[in-house]
């Protein structure tokens, strides 16, 4: 696609639920990255992608965050048993090379998951 | 370990005013810099992104200078308008190309009409 493309732009969730976000990169893009934005904070890296490599997870809070990315594309962030402090946007980007350094990034629009 | 400061937090300027946000790092062993324009609840957008072997990039009304020595990178805006108001964030590209972007907290600006 034209850019990156993340779903929902909002969601809210009782506490305790399951909730999946979800992130279509941009077509080719190899690397792909998921951030949170708290509220007033500034953005905090979760987890990286690339390739077919395994997956860069230190920056999950907890365990009840995972990560997916099927067939190299699409990404699902998957948080368990939310809890109000998971509230956040959550951010989507993607590279078109390995680290991204020559490239840049581009971002989503974000997932705004709120958790009451 | 790596840290971004931003300087000021935030910023209140008339309409047509030149101004320049600050960005300040603690290792210059970076692999590039981008600064990103953030809306109210809104993702982030890309606005420049300057390699490490540059020293500036220009894209319209904006110039982003880039000083790995002394650690610093600037934003400049000129003639700035209402449209401008938004929250301004530089991130760096570490060496270790894991591509993990570290950003700063960001500068909130208001362009008052």
């Known amino acids: 696609g034209a850019g990156v493309s993340q779903s929902p732009s909002n969601k809210v969730t009782e506490k305790g639920k399951d909730v999946e976000l979800r992130c279509d990169p941009i077509?080719?893009?190899?690397?792909l990255y998921w951030y949170r934005q708290s509220l007033g904070q500034g953005l905090e890296f979760l987890i990286y992608?690339?390739?077919?490599?395994?997956?860069?997870k230190s920056g999950l809070p907890s365990d009840r965050f995972s990560a997916e990315r099927t067939g190299g594309s699409v990404s699902t962030l998957t948080i368990q048993r939310t809890q109000q402090e998971d509230s956040a946007v959550y951010l989507c980007?993607?590279?078109?090379?390995?680290?991204?350094?020559?490239?840049?990034?581009?971002f989503g629009s974000g997932t705004r998951l709120t958790v009451v | 370990k790596q840290e971004v400061t931003q300087i000021p937090a935030a910023l209140s300027v008339p309409e047509g005013e030149n101004l320049v946000l600050n960005c300040s790092f603690t290792?210059?062993?970076?692999?590039?810099l981008q600064w990103f324009r953030q809306d109210p609840g809104k993702g982030l957008t890309s606005l420049l992104l300057?390699?490490?072997?540059?020293r500036e990039q220009t894209s319209g009304r904006l110039n982003a200078s880039l000083d790995k020595s002394s650690g610093r990178s600037t934003l400049y805006i000129a003639a700035s308008q209402p449209g401008d108001s938004a929250t301004y964030l530089c991130a760096l590209f570490p060496p270790s190309n894991t591509g993990k972007l570290i950003f700063g907290q960001g500068t909130t600006l208001q362009v008052k009409p």
């Open positions: 300057i390699q490490s072997s540059q």
């Open positions: 290792d210059s062993a970076i692999y590039n």
């Open positions: 077509s080719g893009h190899t690397a």
């Open positions: 980007a993607s590279s078109s090379q390995s680290g991204g350094p020559s490239y840049g990034y581009t």
């Open positions: 992608f690339q390739g077919n490599s395994a997956p860069d």
